[in-house]
């Protein structure tokens, strides 16, 4: 039945009535194209005087604003999500190549418009009425006869002429089917050329993406310097201090050939608390290698998630891991230190902030050419509710320095957490797919 209607021209489908809505709801911004292609004579023709680039920058900025509208309908109705380039300044949108062709697609989306309303809506109700002429022809009475007359010479008042007629708008149906189709392709092709940036802007977004990804590696880098200096300088540095100190004075007690017993006593008491400075100052130092490359990642990532899993493990809280990395190649060593980062803080703030009482980590490997992606997902059953992913920009704590440690290798943190769960956070991490690849 579908597919019937379908061959008819009429909307049976989804995708076909939001055709239609789309050639009803577009008319009236296309039809401003008319307006605007005037405007942009007059801005050309004042170009001859110092107001003309300043009148024409504004129509373009107006044309601009057009076409959001028409970007609009493309992706509410047709599912045409066509990206809007940069916008220049009012004052400078006629020197803006994209400016000219929102400019174009105004003027071109006009007479294009029209016909696909027309197309859509009164040729389809004509063909509908066509069709439907055996049903209620005799019930017209026109010149001493049922049925409608054809240039007024020829009347319509047989079943013969009326089953013709009938077929003449079946075939007006399919006509109108096929050119609303053909139509609306037109249009989509139309966006994707003249509204959405073209390759060298998209190339210059890129290259901005990749030197601002290049600063927020160097500012964690950097950061990373910091944080490791200032816990060497108030840590370990001032433990091994404390410990020359209590092992100078140690020194001076024994110096005596014969120390008396109070000396030798103070002499013990201070090589004992030498020896739990040595102690603090190694557990400091331990801790803070591990912080710059987790010894466990030596073994994979797979056993460096098992080893977070029993850490955060509780009589409460079941934490559950599903691991598919030994089958494929491992990823490099620094997509795996981020990714075991991001588990870590993942997990920390389940079990602290979700309250709840099971959460499941899946870490796998997809392979999207020309990359492969590192894919890890944490789940909980939890309260849910959290905030959104934070820009990655200022502070690195929390889930903005997850999303800026991630974006250092072009990866992306997204975060789903309705009120009443559950909270599913998913890190990709693309890395190269080399030829010849082996597990390390």
């Not at 209620?136 to 010479?153: K, S």
């Amino acid at each position: 039945m579908t597919a019937a209607l379908d061959l008819l021209g009429l909307p049976a489908t989804r995708k076909a009535r939001r055709a239609l809505v789309y050639a009803l709801a577009g008319v009236i911004p296309a039809l401003l194209g008319v307006p605007a292609l005037a405007l942009l004579a007059v801005g050309a023709a004042l170009c001859v005087t110092r107001a003309g680039l300043p009148v024409l920058s504004l129509v373009l900025t107006a044309v601009r604003g057009l076409t959001a509208v028409h970007r609009v309908l493309l992706r509410g109705l047709l599912g045409e999500d066509v990206p809007a380039p940069p916008r220049p300044g009012p004052l400078r949108a006629a020197n803006d190549a994209a400016s000219w062709r929102c400019a174009a697609y105004a003027v071109i989306s006009a007479p294009l418009g029209v016909l696909l309303f027309a197309v859509q809506l009164p040729l389809r109700l004509y063909g509908l009425a066509l069709l439907s002429y055996p049903l209620w022809f005799r019930a017209v009475w026109q010149n001493g006869h049922h049925g409608l007359e054809l240039t007024g010479t020829v009347p319509l008042d047989s079943w013969s002429r009326a089953l013709a007629v009938a077929a003449a708008g079946l075939v007006l149906l399919v006509v109108a089917g096929w050119a609303g189709r053909q139509l609306t392709a037109l249009v989509r092709l139309l966006a994707r050329t003249l509204l959405a940036p073209p390759p060298s802007d998209d190339l210059a977004a890129r290259v901005h993406d990749l030197e601002e990804t290049r600063a927020l590696a160097v500012r964690d880098s950097a950061a990373t310097l910091r944080r490791i200096e200032r816990d060497l300088h108030d840590g370990a540095q001032a433990r091994l201090i404390a410990l020359a100190m209590a092992l100078t004075r140690a020194k001076e007690a024994l110096r005596a050939s014969e120390p008396s017993p109070a000396n030798a006593a103070k002499a013990r008491d201070l090589v004992e608390q030498s020896l739990g400075t040595a102690r603090t100052a190694l557990g400091e130092l331990r801790d803070l290698v591990r912080g710059i490359h987790p010894p466990v990642l030596d073994k994979g990532l797979a056993p460096a998630l098992a080893s977070l899993r029993s850490d955060i493990e509780s009589p409460s809280l079941r934490v559950e891991l599903r691991s598919r990395l030994l089958a494929g190649p491992r990823p490099p060593e620094a997509v795996e230190t981020i990714a075991y980062f991001c588990a870590a803080e993942l997990l920390t703030n389940a079990a602290r902030h979700a309250d709840a009482s099971r959460i499941v980590v899946t870490a796998h490997v997809e392979l999207e050419l020309p990359h492969r992606v590192l894919v890890l997902v944490v789940e909980d059953d939890g309260r849910g509710g959290a905030p959104p992913v934070p820009p990655a920009r200022g502070s690195s704590s929390g889930l903005r320095g997850l999303s800026e440690r991630v974006r250092t290798v072009d990866g992306t943190l997204s975060l789903d957490s309705p009120p009443g769960g559950p909270t599913r956070a998913t890190v990709r991490l693309p890395f190269a797919a080399a030829q010849g690849e082996t597990t390390r």
